[in-house]
Structure formats: structure tokens, C-alpha cells
């Protein structure tokens, strides 16, 4: 089942392109240049504020939405780790929408969150993998990815799949609420169109990558910078390498190091830092030189662009194709997933069933 490749994970991260074309194509419609979810019955336009809330990879994805959602749609996002949500006693708004964001549908505290917020008479909404699940079943508005059968422990392809139907709710939201005009919409339809070529111009980079996991392989941290929707992919980033190389690493708001995490800083703490030109572009890359001041190794994930303008001096720079804002997160994830993977696979762990993990977290 693994076809040519080493491991389900490397397959699953290759198939990031059929899989999120896929899935668009069940939220788009090209021709119209127009978004459109499944499932319609349901009016958006009333919803106030949303309620997203995750574990994990999924918590990432969220991360992404609440940007997306706070800049086209104009509404205000809260998220929470399930784990965090279901024992803080959370207010909740009237008429809200709660949004559960899961590849197995299965997942325990994200299941208890949603029959809480099912109780408190929130609409539920949920994105899930499986549409046989738990999760599937309780929702109210049921957006499914179709990422297929998720093997490997380390969540890939159903990452990139969730954003892309987040972005797409996000697109229809703000139509909803008056927010995007029909030209508007039709750019953001192109671009989300664009994402399974530029997934495969950032899979291309393959071989590149897993040349220089050894220059990661030896370190005992690693951290991960980014800025904007951009910073969750520093946390995934972070998660992937720990979850599956067992090396010790940290996301990092790009903006945030110099509070506290840049004393870290020597020259045996690789730092990866994703920034696509764009409007933070300037701002990350002024943190990349505070680091980079205190002997920092860097490795900077760019578009020819910014690599052009900062990539001098660094350990290593990936090039990415260059991308429109809005499908940046989906296309970083790739070379983040493969750092990972090649940096595990250089340590000979077991990639697709990493130590202490399970694929479903089905107790609390
Ligand atoms: C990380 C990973 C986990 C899951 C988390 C939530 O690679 O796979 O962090 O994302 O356990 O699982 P789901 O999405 O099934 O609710």
C-alpha cells in the first residue's frame, strides 16, 4: 500500500496535491469563480463570532482560520485546545457557531467540547477526515475533508486538506456578511485554485531537503519562526520535528523571540525561519538577523524573492514557489513535513509510529 515510498507518512505528504484539489473541488465552483459549501441550509450570514476549537495538528489549522476568518469575514475568532476549552468555563455567544476541527473525528476532548457546546445550543460546525465519525454525525454543518485514509501517526495530508476548506468557509463567510465582492471572491477562488500546482512545486524540493537533514539531524533544539497565519506553521513545523524525530523544538511568534527564547541562541540551535515576501516579510527577516547576530544557524524557507534579499549567510535557504498570501500556510506545511521527515529518517526512528503516540486520542 505504500507503493514506491519508504513510509506512509512520505506517501501521504505527495499526496498533498491530488488530495487538496480534491477537496477544493467540493467548496469551489471554477466556472462561477465562486464558493460554495456542501451543505447550504445553514445561514452563516447571522453568526457573530466563531468558536474553533482543536488538538494537535488540527489546533494549528485553526490557528490559520482565525486569521482568515478575522480578515475577510471581519468576525472575531476565539480557539482553544480542547483539553483547555472543556474546563475553563468558556462564554459562550448567542447564536454562535463552534467549529471542531479533526482528521479521526474521534478525538476525545474535542468530542466532549463539541457535546458541551451542542448543549449550550451553539451550532456546531465541524471539518473532519472521516466521515463515518463520531464528529460527523453530532454536527450541525458537516465539512469534510477528503484527504483519504490517514496512516502515518504525524498528521500531513489532512493538515493542508483542512485549510483548504477553511480557507474556503473563510471565502464564504465574508461573502455571507457582505465583506468580499464579486471580484474579490473570484480572486480568492483563483488562488485557492493555484495550491495543488504550488504544492507540487514545493514536493520538487524533495531530494534538496533530505540532503540537508543532516544538518539538523545532531541538534538537540531547533526553533521555528514565523509571523501571522504563517506562526501556527512555525508550530507545526515544531510539533512534526518533535513528534517524530524526538528532537526538542519550539514554534515561535517571529516577533516573540527577542522576549525570552533568543537567549537560547548559539550556534548548535538551528532556527528555521518561514517567510514568503509579503507584507511581514521585512519584519521576520529582522528578527532572522537578531538571531543570526548571536550566532544563530538559520535556515530560511522563502520564494526566490526574499531569498534573493535575505538568504545570504544562511546554513541552508528552501526555495518556495511564490505564492499569493492566503495559500502560503498551505504550501510552507510542505517543506516543514518533509524537514521532519528526513530528519527522522536520518535518525532511523520510526517514522509512520513514533514512540508514545497513538493516532486516534481517544481517552481524555
Ligand atoms: C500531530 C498529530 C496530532 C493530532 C491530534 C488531533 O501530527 O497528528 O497532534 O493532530 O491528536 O487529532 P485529530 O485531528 O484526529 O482530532
Known amino acids: 500500500e505504500k507503493g514506491n515510498y519508504r513510509h506512509f507518512m512520505l506517501k501521504e505528504i505527495f499526496e498533498q496535491p491530488t488530495v487538496v484539489a480534491q477537496t477544493l473541488r467540493s467548496y469551489l465552483r471554477p466556472l462561477e469563480q465562486q464558493v460554495a459549501l456542501p451543505q447550504i441550509d445553514f445561514d452563516i450570514s447571522g453568526v457573530d463570532r466563531v468558536t474553533i476549537v482543536a488538538c494537535g495538528t488540527s489546533y494549528y489549522a485553526g490557528m490559520v482560520a482565525k486569521y482568515w476568518f478575522e480578515q475577510f469575514a471581519r468576525v472575531p475568532v476565539d480557539i482553544d485546545f480542547a483539553s483547555e476549552f472543556r474546563y475553563r468555563q468558556p462564554v459562550l455567544p448567542e447564536g454562535g457557531l463552534a467549529l471542531f476541527i479533526s482528521q479521526s473525528g474521534e478525538t476525545a476532548d474535542t468530542l466532549a467540547a463539541l457535546r458541551h457546546c451542542k448543549a449550550e445550543g451553539q451550532t456546531i460546525a465541524v471539518v473532519v477526515n472521516v466521515p463515518t465519525s463520531s464528529m460527523a454525525r453530532e454536527a450541525d454543518l ?216 497513538a493516532k486516534s486520542v481517544t481517552v481524555e
Open 142 to 357: 458537516l465539512l469534510p475533508t477528503h484527504a483519504g485514509p490517514e496512516i502515518g501517526v504525524a498528521s500531513t495530508k489532512a493538515f493542508t486538506c483542512q485549510l483548504a476548506v477553511l480557507a474556503a468557509l473563510a471565502a464564504h463567510f465574508a461573502v455571507k456578511k457582505g465583506r468580499l465582492s464579486p471580484a474579490e471572491e473570484a480572486e480568492i477562488v483563483a488562488h485557492l485554485l493555484e495550491a495543488p500546482a504550488c504544492l507540487n512545486a514545493a514536493l520538487a524540493h524533495d531530494e534538496e531537503i533530505a540532503a540537508m537533514a543532516h544538518l539538523i539531524a545532531p541538534a538537540r533544539d531547533v526553533l521555528y519562526l514565523g509571523r501571522g497565519p504563517d506562526f501556527p506553521l512555525a508550530l507545526e513545523g515544531a510539533l512534526k520535528l518533535k513528534e517524530i524525530s524526538y528532537i526538542h523544538a519550539e514554534g515561535y511568534a517571529a516577533g516573540e523571540m527577542k522576549h525570552g527564547p533568543i537567549a537560547l541562541i548559539d550556534e548548535a540551535v538551528p532556527v528555521i525561519v518561514l517567510a514568503p515576501s509579503g507584507p511581514l516579510f521585512e519584519k521576520t527577516v529582522s528578527n532572522m538577523q537578531e538571531v543570526r547576530a548571536r550566532g544563530g544557524k538559520i535556515v530560511l524557507i522563502s520564494d526566490a524573492e526574499g531569498l534573493e534579499e535575505a538568504g545570504e549567510g544562511c546554513l541552508a535557504t528552501i526555495e518556495m514557489p511564490s505564492v499569493h498570501p492566503l495559500i502560503a500556510p498551505l504550501v510552507y506545511a510542505v517543506p516543514v513535513q518533509l524537514l521532519a521527515y528526513h530528519v527522522a529518517v536520518a535518525k532511523g526512528t520510526d517514522v509512520d509510529q513514533p514512540r508514545n503516540l
